[in-house]
T-cell receptor, first 110, second 116 residues
């Protein structure tokens, strides 16, 4: 079956690192994605990782994938107040529909 | 170039009425997706078009929901006999639908539907 789970909230101090976690159930996922959603704005793709990779780094973002445990994480280095948003992980199985998690609300305080 | 656009941005209707939501995908994108996002939830897949045909409509909740894409570009999501539980933000996305590699979906701003 298809199910993606995330913790609901994360609060961090500005300048610290944030780690947002996600678990998924479908082992046939080909790509896994991280999207950002700010109030009143559309979904913005932040980064993605192919299922045969363990890690991907893109500037302040690091994605780690543990395929055995079906666990995905997004690390944001030097978190800024502008990073406050809801972050969704999503899995894609056949380059078709995306299955989204419930979202993690990241709050960054000064 | 222009991104995915959706109209209207907001729609308020009464229970039992019929509504149409429109999506204009990015030019040249052959794949088009509809999702529904309820308050406090992640987007939920509804239907996916490849060209003019619905390749996967497994997410449509019931037969009150229907979508078309007659010319392979603009799509309309139609909801009959709306119910209060249909209130949500309806998101549209489009992609190049490559069968290999990352098939990035680009999302529109959504239509917020409120059923009174």
């Amino acid at each position: 079956g298809e199910d993606v789970e995330q913790s609901l909230f994360l609060s961090v101090r500005e300048g610290d690192s944030s780690v947002i976690n996600c678990t998924y159930t479908d082992s046939s996922s080909t790509y896994l994605y991280w999207y950002k959603q700010e109030p009143g704005a559309g979904l913005q793709l932040l980064t993605y990782i192919f299922s045969n990779m363990d890690m991907k780094q893109d500037q302040r973002l690091t994605v780690l994938l543990n395929k055995k445990d079906k666990h995905l994480s997004l690390r944001i280095a030097d978190t800024q107040t502008g990073d406050s948003a809801i972050y969704f992980c999503a899995e894609s199985i056949k380059a078709d529909k995306l299955i989204f998690g419930t979202g993690t609300r990241l709050q960054v305080f000064p | 170039g222009a991104g995915v656009s959706q109209t209207p941005s907001n729609k308020v209707t009464e229970k039992g009425k019929y509504v149409e939501l429109r999506c204009d995908p990015i030019s040249g994108h052959t794949a088009l997706y509809w999702y529904r996002q309820s308050l406090g939830q992640g987007p939920e897949f509804l239907i996916y078009f490849q060209g003019t045909g619905a390749a996967d409509d497994s997410g449509l909740p019931n037969d009150r929901f229907f979508a078309v894409r007659p010319e392979g570009s603009v799509s309309t999501l139609k909801i009959q006999r709306t119910e209060r539980g249909d209130s949500a933000v309806y998101l549209c996305a489009s992609s190049l639908a490559v069968r290999t590699g990352n098939n990035e979906q680009f999302f529109g701003p959504g239509t917020r539907l409120t059923v009174l």
